[in-house]
């Protein structure tokens, strides 16, 4: 801390022993907290206020060291060496605590329901993917193990009401696990990747893979953060989507295979019943779709109004206030 924010803390004189009662109370967590100069943001202001006090207490409660300190900043440290463009250590690590997943839901909480639930974007997003006609496919390199599907179905309102003119970009990783930018995919920089905008009836349809389960990347901190915590990397075979249309919120969301074995053990606990798909194996009677592809999926996609989401911020914050006054 800035010297003149110090100060006060130790203003008057207190014996040293007393000095360090004072550091373990709660009276010291209000000196920090409340140190904060005229500049900073009433937001910035609540916020590191909040996390002091969490801090604080979370060290208190463990009597933390020194060592333990020094272990959690090289933790840190080593996340920030191990991200590049194409790695994002730090999303890994909140993802396995189960930090995204609630912020996505703190985010995405409507007050509508019967809308598309949303699910966690991941580190693998990639803007700009090639926009491709209704019916193309995003695979542009294929691996010997990769199997076809397609996908297809409607974006509507909560009410129905088809949507044309939505965008929705979807991506996938191949049947080895990797996303495009990964460094063991052996693909073009866009593969398993495109954008489809809805036709006038709402309908969208693409080529992809049936997805595969896959661990997130586990030769780093949040490698070590799993094993430590004894548990396994993988993620349920799913495809991701973002679909967007002017004054409907941007839904982020992924669909999981029912039939994979970690659709009800992911870790880093993304799942949600609604959003749980079965993939149908295509038979003669797909007249347009047999020899092209094996399996075939009909899914509609329904979204909120940003409205919707404003107001559910709305209360949630007056909830919030409230609490505060009480
Ligand atoms: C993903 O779904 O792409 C993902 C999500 C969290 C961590 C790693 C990957
Ligand atoms: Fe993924």
Known sequence: LPTQYCISVFHFSLSTHKQIKFIMSQAFTESVKTSLGPNATPRAKKLIASLVQHVHD??????????????????????????????????????????????DALTNE??????TSSAILGPFYLPDSPVYPNGG?????AIPTDVKCFVRGKVTDTEGKPLGGAQLEVWQCNSAGFYSQQADHDGPEFNLRGTFITDDEGNYSFECLRPTLYPIPYDGPAGDLLKIMDRHPNRPSHIHWRVSHPGYHTLITQIYDAECPYTNNDSVYAVKDDII?????VDNKDKDLVGKVEY????????????????ARAAAKARQDAE???
Do not use: P
Request: glycine content about 4%.
């Open 58 to 103: 979370f060290a208190r409660e463990n009597h933390l060291t020194t060592e333990d300190w020094l272990w959690g900043v090289d933790f840190i440290n080593r996340i920030g060496q191990m991200s590049d463009s194409r790695r994002n250590e730090g999303i890994l690590v909140c993802d396995i605590i189960g930090l995204e997943t609630l912020v």
């Open 110 to 115: 409507s007050e509508q329901s019967n809308h």
């Open 137 to 141: 496919s995003i695979v542009q390199k």
């Open 277 to 281: 798909v079965h993939f149908e194996k």
């Open 296 to 311: 075939k999926l009909d899914y509609d996609i329904s979204l909120a109004t940003e409205s919707s989401i404003q107001e």
């Open 324 to 326: 505060i006054k009480l």
